[in-house]
């Protein structure tokens, strides 16, 4: 037995909060385990074995139920797992997760845990949303709380933290995008405030994550492209994000209580570079044909998860947490090969898919964030970030095109608007891949933008980390403006 479903009162876990003791000097990398390699799906079983596991839960997207991927996991667990085993399924996934849905699946598998006993076991087999579904409903079976929004991040919940060790999570990634198969994250969107929010804790974080290049061999170019430029995002907020040593909290009382996300860091700063320099070469590539290219999609598939390990533990900042807002509170877009669901046309709500909803924002974003005031203390640190950003991209831009004559912008020129010259490789590369640009073509106009502003202002976990200040409703609306058609 993995985890002990707890009914002690969780404020009694949650010690004092961060004091003021300075600037931290100290960052910290959390992640998963990885195996990453094509094929790797089909060791699961094996898995199972050594951890002797015999009740076992599979969380998995509906259409990916129909797939190889499904039939590969399945195969490894009949073939590998302990003798006796009992296989649960459960397969209603919504893609875009929202407090509904998320209960849904936590009223399964505490049902499921109540009749059956515990599972020692749980898998995820999808994209983000079925990864963050396993999480949520794991924490939840394991330590009930009052409320809940008891787990959910401040201020439309609590935040309280994970009192114990949970039952250990695989996650196996079938698109190349959210990353969520190395972080602590769950997010979903809270249907009755119209925003979209999570549950941050690093004992959310998966115990395996298989990266399986062999799984996105189906993924549709539309999804390719959306989960790729989620991918980018995560690298450049998190490599642009407020410095570990300047962030707000300062230096917690305890390593316990330092917040999962730090702030850009040197060892998160590995990862992010990775991801950004693959992501701005084979991004294009993977969109273009994922089922053939086979190493765009290798390649992707890895940056996916070195993103979220950067990005897992310095965060993201303004382009996320704009995107919440943009994707609770849009009412008619769809894009195809994404589920239309009747319940949501009914409620007049559309589904913009998350990385659409992130990389729409980035180029008012990085405007603002690259153009510090040089007499603020970060100018420097900000805007050489920005300019080694957009030289990655511009670089790329020119290789992909065969370097016809063109050349990128001086690195002076570059200097001198170091926000506007990483905001217009990234229009570059949006047009390129034919990305819809400004939020009006998503259906928003004027008289949504003071909406969408207030919309953002409870994001402050990761608007607190923009590498400019200060983030509040004036400066948002005039980044909603700006976002409308840039």
């Not at 509904?100 to 994209?127: R, W």
């Not at 769950?186 to 959310?204: N, Q, Y």
């Not at 947490?321 to 559309?350: F, R, T």
Request: charged share 20%; glycine share 8%; net charge negative.
């Amino acid at each position: 037995m993995w985890c002990r479903r707890s009914s002690f009162p969780l404020k009694r876990v949650v010690g004092r909060c961060l004091s003021s003791l300075g600037s931290d000097p100290i960052c910290e990398l959390a992640s998963s385990t990885l195996r990453y390699g094509p094929s790797s799906t089909s060791e699961v079983g094996h898995d199972l074995a050594y951890m002797n596991a015999k009740r076992i839960l599979l969380f998995v997207d509906p259409h990916v139920a129909t797939l190889d991927p499904f039939d590969t996991v399945v195969s490894s667990i009949e073939q590998h797992a302990p003798a006796g085993h009992v296989l649960d399924i459960y397969d209603k996934i919504r893609v875009e997760p929202n407090n509904d849905s998320f209960k849904h699946a936590i009223n399964f598998m505490a049902e499921q845990t109540n009749n059956h006993g515990s599972y020692d076991v749980v898998i995820a087999l999808g994209g983000g949303s079925t990864i963050d579904t396993a999480k949520a409903a794991n924490l939840y079976t394991c330590y009930p709380p009052d409320d809940f929004y008891d787990y959910v991040n401040p201020p439309l919940g609590k935040g309280l933290p994970v009192p114990g060790p949970i039952t250990p999570l695989i996650a196996i990634p079938t698109t190349s995008g959210t990353g969520s198969e190395t972080t602590g994250v769950a997010i979903f969107d809270d249907v009755p405030t119209k925003s979209k929010t999570g549950i941050a804790h690093r004992r959310l974080k998966p115990t395996l994550g298989i990266v399986d290049q062999d799984n996105m061999k189906s993924m549709p170019s539309s999804v390719a492209k959306y989960s790729g430029i989620d991918v980018l995002c995560h690298a450049l907020e998190s490599y642009t994000a407020i410095p570990y040593t300047a962030r707000p909290s300062g230096r917690p009382e305890s390593p316990i209580l330092r917040p999962a996300y730090q702030g850009s860091n040197p060892i998160s700063d590995i990862w992010s570079l990775h991801a950004l320099r693959e992501c701005s070469q084979y991004l294009p590539r993977i969109v273009s044909d994922p089922a053939e290219d086979v190493e765009a999609r290798a390649k992707m598939c890895l940056a996916a998860s070195t993103a979220g390990m950067g990005f897992g533990n310095a965060g993201v900042h303004l382009c996320h947490g704009m995107s919440y807002a943009v994707a609770s509170q849009v009412k008619q877009y769809w894009v195809d090969d994404y589920p239309k669901l009747n319940s949501d046309e009914e409620n007049g709500h559309g589904l913009v898919p998350h990385g659409l909803s992130v990389v729409i924002n980035a180029p008012s974003v990085f405007r603002f964030t690259g153009n510090l005031d040089k007499s603020d203390p970060l100018h420097k640190y900000s805007a050489d970030r920005h300019v080694e950003c957009a030289t990655i991209l511009a670089n790329a831009r020119l290789q992909r095109r065969g370097n016809t004559g063109q050349e990128i912008p001086s690195q002076r020129a570059m200097r001198d608007q170091p926000g506007d010259a990483l905001a217009n490789e990234l229009l570059e590369l949006m047009h390129e891949l034919d990305i819809p640009i400004g939020i009006r073509s998503l259906g928003y106009s004027e008289a949504d933008v003071e909406e969408l502003a207030k919309g953002t202002l409870p994001q402050h976990r990761v608007t607190k980390l923009s590498p400019r200040q200060p983030v509040d409703l004036e400066q948002l609306t005039s980044l909603f403006k700006e976002a409308l058609d840039m």
